[in-house]
């Protein structure tokens, strides 16, 4: 970096922690109230998020949102959260009734899914004042219409079509906040980063992935 020295400490019982790769520190980051994000950890594991050293959280879910769910990991947080409020599956005033409610208990930002409609957009920006992040999975999506509507950020989550089409929309919107999946290895996040992207989405390995190693090395210690 620029040559100085860092002090690191990181105890005895925390020193196992889950690290965002490398990597994720070359992209520029999104200035948000202030705090420079560069690393967003994509989980809502709270054990996860309390053991990770990602600077904020994306927290997305496969179901409707539930406040419950909301409050919970702003809680269990150490670092700032953005949350999901639907926009898919979920629609209409629930969605922005449940940006109003991750507003009110500190969420940094509200995540809304691809068929969200614009006009849905527009009536939660008249409600809150945190970015309105939008997940983009096509390159045939109407970017123009959803910052003229409210939004702040775009989120890219196309798989393997994510640094094409990051590098499209940077193109077309030099100055546009992109975040977006970074893949699955250092390759895909540095030419993610490359691409434009702003800042890098990254899913950790789940517990029962890292309790595999563990388990590994307390049997092998047990024939020891």
Known sequence: MNGKFIPVYTGNL???????????????????????????????????IRNCN????????????????????????DVP????????????????HLASDAEFQGAMGVVVNAPTPNETIREMRQIVDIPIIVTVVSEYEDIEGRFQAGATILNISAAAKTPDLVRKLRREFPKVPIMATGGPNAETIAETIDAGANAITWTPPTPAELFTSMMQKYRAQVVE
């Open 14 to 48: 925390r020193s196992h922690m889950i690290l965002v790769p490398e990597e994720i520190r070359r992209c520029s980051g999104i200035a948000i109230f202030g705090k420079r994000i560069k690393s967003i950890v994509f989980s809502t594991d709270v054990a996860i």
């Open 54 to 77: 990602a600077d904020a959280v994306i927290a997305i879910y496969p179901f409707t949102p539930q406040p419950i769910i909301t409050h919970a990991l702003m809680l269990a947080a």
């Open 81 to 96: 959260v953005f949350c999901g409020v639907g926009g898919g599956t979920t629609t209409g005033t629930r969605v922005i």
